[in-house]
């Protein structure tokens, strides 16, 4: 690592944690180490005292974490799925639908083998709703590789990952079952929930019968 000016630093690589300090209010992190030093930051590292930082001197056959784990979710990412923007490192694989998570999981212990990337999902066949968060990737060192992104990358395109199989909606008949309710000795606990559950997964209980137990 380096030290440089803060006014020399935009796009740089913070390698130390920064701490801001108000008397009275306020003492914490204000910046993470790995922390890609943007054009609004230059301000307030001023504002906190910093004139000089200590960046990393990143090789050119090298990539910060935030690329690299895009790089490798957007590699991974299948139908009905999206992406989240990269955060200390971490992207997460987002659904887009209620559906069937489906999960290659050769191929993802493949990808897990390679040194130093990390890519961890839901159990394959789970049932995700919208907007759950069914994986996420990062790589483990402030900066790798990039052959090995690359080597990650060629591996994705060779089969899907990962996706999601939307639900079919249906429209439902429900028979319930039962002298007993259909007497009306006793109140029908059965319809209530098949419905909730039906409707939860996006189909339409159209008509509800009860019939005895002839």
Not at 130 to 137: C, E, L, R, Y
Not at 176 to 187: A, C, K, L, N, W
Request: aromatic share 6%; with cysteine; hydrophobic share 40%.
């Amino acid at each position: 690592m380096r030290m440089i000016q803060v006014t020399e630093a935009v796009g740089t690589i913070l390698s130390h944690d920064i701490t801001k300090i108000v008397p009275g209010k306020f003492k914490g992190r204000a910046f993470k180490k790995g922390h890609i030093i943007r054009v609004e930051d230059v301000d307030e590292l001023l504002r906190i005292g910093k004139e000089n930082i200590y960046v990393w001197e990143q090789k050119e056959d090298e990539i910060h974490e935030n690329e690299a784990a895009y790089r490798l979710a957007k590699g991974a990412c299948g139908k009905n799925l999206t992406l989240s923007e990269p955060s200390e490192g971490k992207v997460n694989l987002i659904s887009e639908t209620i559906g069937l998570l489906k999960v290659n999981k050769d191929l993802l212990y493949s990808l897990n083998s390679i040194d130093q990337i990390s890519f961890a999902t839901r159990h394959n066949n789970s049932l995700v709703g919208k907007g759950d968060v069914v994986a996420g990737t990062r790589v483990i060192p402030l900066v790798i590789e990039e052959q090995k992104i690359i080597q990650a990358e060629e591996l994705l395109q060779r089969a899907d990952l990962m996706s999601i199989l939307p639900l079919k909606h249906y429209k439902v008949g429900l028979v319930v079952t039962g002298s007993e309710v259909f007497h009306q000795r006793i109140v029908d606990g059965f319809g209530p929930v098949v419905s909730k559950k039906f409707e939860a997964l996006g189909s339409q209980i159209i008509e509800q019968i009860c019939v005895p137990d002839d």
